[in-house]
């Protein structure tokens, strides 16, 4: 097939463009949009282009100066629409971050690319936003595209992270043949250890004191063994502790202030039966799950030792939006090198371009459907 010419709008470090290069799709980026100082540096550098392609704020961009294009990605800001977030909604002239979708239709209604693909959390298609999302798919229709939305779980394509992301694919009429379906997931078995570092810094190891509020809770699912929340406060997301054995809640944003908490796995006994029931967890020796514990030799089994609860690393967050460890250490090199005189204090700016991007291997999955 012809080389795709791509428009990235609200591109953060181009999770798209990380799947088109990987599915070995030739492509032309003929611009990207993004306003986030951080996130330019880290994009230009993964994908080695130049900053002169970066278009800035997408409610500015002169139109009729972008070159003809063939796919135009625009996953745009979900703070407005996020569960977690204000839920201002995405009206359009309303002047929230995630109504400028308005200014991508823009765009669209201009340049007619062949292929539009958006990308937002799922609140996007509930019942609160649905007259706005209902305005959209009938702006895109008589713009002259055919609209396929679905659901998709990055947990369901070989990434254990549980991300549901509302991806939506629009197809100009006049070269649609109407056999677009989206990917099918599947269970892979893929774990959250499957993805973490062997060596870990202390640093994002948590303090004695916090350590020490862990509370084994049973009536979580069984990804989740446990909180640190202070006894003064109610339980939030940040305080949740995973297992090593589960997958990771979705990653956001803000991450940054307070990273995802993981416990650690410190060893096996050895005695008869199933891996399940050797395990033993450096929190008061939590087994992975509670049972009802028949058979015997199913109980709990105690560790005594020292805590082991611990941030994820930038990198494994990295991981879990399927970022290679080049991609990260090539960001990680040129933010520490452009902002910190080559110190590493990019941490924060990591943590937030990961909550912020798109898994690639849902990405890929998405676009193999597309081009087959």
């Known amino acids: 097939m012809e080389k795709i010419k ?18 070995k799709l030739e492509f ?38 972008i070159p003809d294009f063939d796919l135009m ?15 201002k909604g995405f009206s359009e002239n309303s002047e929230t971050r995630s109504s400028l979708l308005w200014e991508a ?33 009938n702006d895109l229709d008589d713009l002259g595209y055919n609209t396929y939305y679905e659901v998709l779980n990055s947990k369901d394509f070989g990434v254990p992270q ?39 810094n202390e640093k994002y190891y948590l303090s004695e004191q916090v350590q020490k509020r862990f509370k084994f809770n049973e009536k979580y699912h069984h990804s989740l063994i446990g909180t640190t929340a202070p006894e003064f406060r109610t339980i939030g997301q940040r305080d949740l502790v995973y297992k090593e054995e589960g997958v990771m809640g979705a990653l956001v944003a803000t991450d ?4 995802k908490q993981i416990l650690e796995v410190v060893g096996n006994l050895d005695i008869n039966g ?4 050797k395990r033993v967890y450096s929190t008061n020796g939590l087994s992975p799950t509670l049972t009802t514990m028949e058979g015997g030799n199913r109980q709990p089994k105690v560790y005594e030792g020292e805590y082991k609860i611990r941030k994820l690393t930038p990198l494994e967050c990295w991981r879990l939006m399927s970022f290679s460890d080049e991609d990260f250490n090539i ?42």
């Open 331 to 372: 960001a990680k090199e040129t933010l520490n090198n452009t902002y910190h005189k080559g110190k590493d204090r990019s941490d924060s700016q990591l943590y937030k371009q990961s909550g912020n991007s798109i898994v690639v291997k849902v990405a890929e999955e998405l676009l193999r459907k597309l081009f087959n």
């Open 105 to 137: 239709m823009k765009i669209a209604k201009v340049k007619q690319p062949k292929y539009m693909i958006a990308e937002n959390v799922k609140n996007l298609i509930g019942k609160k936003f649905k007259d706005d999302f209902d305005k959209w798919l």
């Open 6 to 23: 791509v428009l990235s709008l609200f591109s953060g470090i181009g999770a798209f463009e990380k799947a088109l290069t990987n599915l």
């Open 162 to 200: 549980n991300r549901e992301r509302v991806f939506v694919v629009s197809i100009r009429k006049d070269i649609d043949n109407k056999e677009f379906k989206f990917p099918k997931g599947e269970t892979t078995g893929v774990k959250l250890k499957d993805v973490l570092e062997d060596t870990i």
């Open 274 to 277: 199933m891996d399940c029931i």
């Open 28 to 65: 032309e980026l003929v611009g990207f949009s993004e306003i986030d100082k951080y996130a330019i540096e880290s994009y230009a550098a993964i994908h080695n282009v130049d900053k002169s392609l970066n278009l800035g704020d997408v409610s500015k961009i002169e139109t009729e100066s």
């Open 73 to 87: 990605t625009y996953g745009f800001p979900c703070q407005d629409i996020s569960v977690a977030g204000r839920q």
């Open 256 to 259: 940054y202030k307070q990273p």
